[in-house]
């Protein structure tokens, strides 16, 4: 008796260029977006600290999920990862621990949505989120490569908006006292714990190159691929968020930024004189 075998197969749509831009979009824009006024209103002039802390503890995280990948390049990678190492029972724990971090991940998310979708349009939230939910839903149904280049196209900007700020913003880090603040280590222990609690929030900014190893059956070569696509995600994120932040506490109206729903808006309003709004419209769109 012949028994058919499921050959289905995923489509390998996806290079590096694609794979970061992604990554990007899934650790930029739930993250400097939603979380920098919460980090500067905790670590203060530590805040870079933080943000370079939470990149040391993701860069470990992420050179693992490098080299996983590498040798088992399978969606759901975190679940599969440790269905191998320790078996299926742990497996099916952590995909239910994925799941709830996905489910609070979103709350965090929808949360900053509301804040910066405030500053625009008097529309209800439920409303708009359904929306973006359809928009979404036909993209992926398009196809990977099609959903991938759409949430790229607002990378870009969302990128380059940070550019944007760090280059108007330049002018701040002329302030050497403050860059001697911002570079020396906390010298009692409540300023450190409060560094460390802004650490642990600013790594939620980090994450992303878990949902990229997602991808690894719809990639081109990505034992070779992948691990790259990870490190220079992470490299370019640390990047950027170093130098955002550094302007942030060098902001002279601080205050404004830690009490806003909608902070990036607030920062780049300061540095650049123009209006916030285009800033908002990015941070409200859920790339991820």
Do not use: C
């Not at 380059?160 to 002018?171: M, N, R």
């Not at 880090?173 to 906390?186: E, N, Y």
């Not at 992470?234 to 806003?260: G, K, N």
């Amino acid at each position: 008796m012949n028994i058919k075998t499921d050959t289905t197969r995923l489509r390998r749509a996806l290079g590096i260029p694609l794979l970061v831009f992604y990554g990007l979009g899934v650790t930029i824009g739930a993250g400097i977006f939603a979380l920098i006024g919460e980090i500067v209103r905790l670590a203060g002039d530590h805040a870079p600290q933080a943000f370079l802390l939470a990149g040391l503890i993701a860069g470990a995280t992420g050179w693992s999920y490098a080299l996983l990948v590498s040798v088992y390049p399978r969606a759901a990678g975190e679940a599969v990862f440790v269905k191998i190492g320790m078996g299926a029972m742990a497996g099916r724990i952590v995909g239910l621990g994925i799941t709830l971090t996905a489910i609070i991940s979103s709350a965090v998310v929808s949360i900053a949505f509301g804040g910066y979708l405030g500053t625009l349009l008097p529309i209800p939230q439920t409303v708009m989120v359904l929306g973006v939910l359809l928009v979404l839903s036909i993209a992926a149904w398009m196809g990977v490569k099609q959903s991938v280049i759409f949430a790229a196209v607002i990378t870009v900007l969302e990128v380059g908006s940070l550019i944007v700020i760090a280059l108007s913003g330049a002018p701040l880090l002329t302030d050497a006292p403050l860059l001697l603040k911002v570079v020396t280590p906390p010298s009692d222990a409540v300023t450190w714990a409060a560094v460390f609690s802004a650490t642990i929030i600013a790594f939620f900014a980090f994450i992303g190159f878990e949902d990229m190893v997602n991808m690894a059956e719809e990639t081109i070569d990505p034992k070779r691929v992948m691990p790259k696509a990870i490190i220079l995600t992470l490299l370019i994120t640390v990047v950027l968020y170093a130098l955002i932040s550094t302007i942030a506490v060098a902001l002279p109206d601080r205050e404004a930024l830690t009490s806003s729903s909608a902070p990036l808006a607030v920062l780049f309003e300061a540095v650049t004189g123009l209006s916030g709004k285009p800033i908002a419209v990015l941070a409200s769109w859920p790339v991820a």
